[in-house]
């Protein structure tokens, strides 16, 4: 079955630039999604169709994707962007999706 | 707004069926192209998408768990419901309702989630 590839976890300090990957075949063509979850609380979207962010989310929060590979990049880090981080897209057919992994960002 | 709400037995014996129902409020079911989806998460671990109904009535489901599984929807009482039948340990887990923001091309983008109901498989 479909599989994301993320890292574990990604530790950075505040200010700094976090970037959070995600590996899958079908990424060049299907879109990626990413979402964030903190401890006790419902994911949120922060980034849908690669790149776009839904309002409320801020600007420090950008996606892109190269290839087989898509990024989150968090632009000037806060502590309160600590939280566990999932990509999020679909098998070539469309049908099946699958969450990465998740990747554990610790910002201090 | 619209608003999810899961519900269902907190504990399940194994091999029996774990049944749930999202309770959707603030708009019907079936007003909008929506995809309706059952995501779950075992405890410390990560999430897991289950499948999907449409507003229409055709289903998705992840193939790990597709022999188990069953995704319905109850237009009458403005819900949609999860049936995993021959539960075991491993099913244990926060089970979350979420719905897609309805665009075409952006099926993954689920701006509304239910707070998530736990159940715990155990005899």
């Known amino acids: 079955s479909y599989e994301l590839t993320q890292p574990p976890s990604v530790s950075v300090s505040p200010g700094q630039t976090a970037r959070i990957t995600c590996s899958g075949d079908a990424l060049p063509k299907k879109y990626a999604y990413w979402y964030q979850q903190k401890s006790g609380q419902a994911p949120v979207l922060v980034i849908w169709?690669?790149?776009k962010r839904p309002s409320g989310i801020p600007e420090r929060f950008s996606g892109s994707t190269s290839g087989t590979l898509a990024t989150l990049t968090i632009s000037g880090a806060q502590v309160e962007d600590e939280a566990d981080y999932y990509c999020y897209s679909t098998d070539i057919s469309g049908n099946s999706w699958v969450f990465g992994g998740g990747t554990k960002l610790t910002v201090l | 707004q619209v608003l999810l709400q899961e519900s269902g037995p907190g504990l399940v014996k194994p091999s029996q069926t774990l049944s749930l129902t999202c309770t959707v409020s603030g708009g019907s079911i079936t007003n909008g192209t929506y995809y309706w989806n059952w995501i779950r998460q075992p405890a410390g671990k990560g999430l897991e998408w289950i499948g999907r109904i449409y507003t229409g009535g055709n289903t998705n489901y992840s193939p790990s768990l597709k022999s188990q599984v069953i995704i319905s929807l109850d237009t009458s009482k403005n819900q949609f419901s999860l049936k995993l039948r021959s539960v075991t340990a491993a099913d244990t887990a926060l089970y979350y309702c979420?719905?897609?923001?309805?665009?075409?091309?952006?099926?993954?983008?689920?701006?509304?989630w239910g707070q998530g109901t736990m159940v715990t498989v155990s005899s």
């Open positions: 979420a719905r897609d923001t309805g665009i075409p091309l952006a099926r993954g983008a689920y701006d509304i």
């Open positions: 169709q690669d790149s």
